[in-house]
């Protein structure tokens, strides 16, 4: 309601009421104050006590992401991006149960398990385990894909894994490749048995993929301890950190959300226009 009475539609006249408001303001500025408000709401649920676990998810998350879009364009599986996205999100449901009941699975996550042990122990305290939460909130999207499998099936043996589609197989094994604490020797077997990958390649790839992760910390300011044992520890505890994570979310939803290769005289016009409506949401700026 604030904005749609700001400075930036002084056209309309005061409006309180929901449609109208939708109206006003147009789908694409909904969908920027959505996101807005979003990852506030968010970053604000984290505190002190959680942020080593949310580090450790965030990490993890990203080094899939990496690790699966890369695998991806090794074996020529068409759909980089996509294996990306599935290696993004195959820790979903663990976000899910941090944000329900953030001291009792943020001490769950300290205590760092094995994913066999831990999806044990959160069938006992939720009833349901993070790779089947993450699978039913994929599911519920409706999007033509194996996203939803994929993170369904990630911690099964590679061995039962051989007549699945090639996402399930490369988020399967990206998964395990994203945890530190993993026997090499099963990783060496499944990576051949899977893809038909040596050792030396496995490596190589951990390598590579270690320090594109290492590059977006350093840029966000988010320290990685690696502890002799091999366990990652990220913190990702202050606000500023928090801050910067939110910044950097609201920056890519700008982006996303205007054209930035204006053409004509007409178009530039709707651009400066759509910079204008964004700034008055997100910072209250006025022309």
């Excluded at 676990?53 to 991006?81: M, N």
């Excluded at 944000?99 to 009833?127: M, V």
Aim: overall charge negative.
């Amino acid at each position: 309601t604030a904005v749609g009475n700001s400075p930036a539609y002084a056209q309309w006249n005061e409006s309180k009421d929901f449609n109208r408001l939708l109206v006003v303001l147009g789908l694409d500025n909904i969908k920027t104050i959505a996101i807005n408000a979003a990852v506030h709401q968010f970053f604000s649920r984290f505190d002190v006590k959680t942020g080593s676990s949310l580090g450790g998810i965030w990490y993890k998350s990203l080094w899939c992401a990496h690790a699966a879009k890369s695998l991806a364009k090794l074996t020529s599986y068409e759909f980089p991006d996509e294996a990306y996205l599935a290696g993004l999100l195959h820790k979903l449901g663990q976000l899910v149960f941090l944000n329900n009941q953030p001291e009792a699975y943020n001490e769950l996550l300290l205590k760092q398990h094995s994913d066999l042990i831990l999806t044990g122990l959160e069938k006992e305290l939720f009833g349901v385990a993070y790779h089947e939460v993450s699978s039913i909130l994929v599911q519920e999207w409706d999007i033509k894909s194996f996203i939803s499998d994929a993170l369904l099936y990630q911690n099964e043996p590679a061995d039962r894994l051989l007549e699945a589609p090639r996402l399930v197989r490369l988020t399967n094994f990206t998964h395990k490749l994203s945890d530190p604490c993993i026997d090499m020797d099963t990783l060496y077997a499944e990576a051949d048995l899977l893809f038909g990958l040596t050792p030396s390649v496995v490596d190589a790839m951990q390598k590579d993929i270690g320090q594109q992760v290492q590059k977006a910390a350093d840029g966000l300011g988010i320290r990685i301890d690696k502890a002799d044992t091999g366990a990652i520890n990220v913190q990702v505890e202050t606000e500023s950190v928090r801050l910067e994570l939110a910044k950097r979310v609201r920056e890519f939803a700008l982006l996303g959300g205007v054209n930035l290769e204006p053409g004509s005289e007409a178009d530039l016009q709707e651009f400066m226009q759509s910079v204008l409506a964004e700034l008055n949401i997100l910072f209250e700026m006025d022309r």
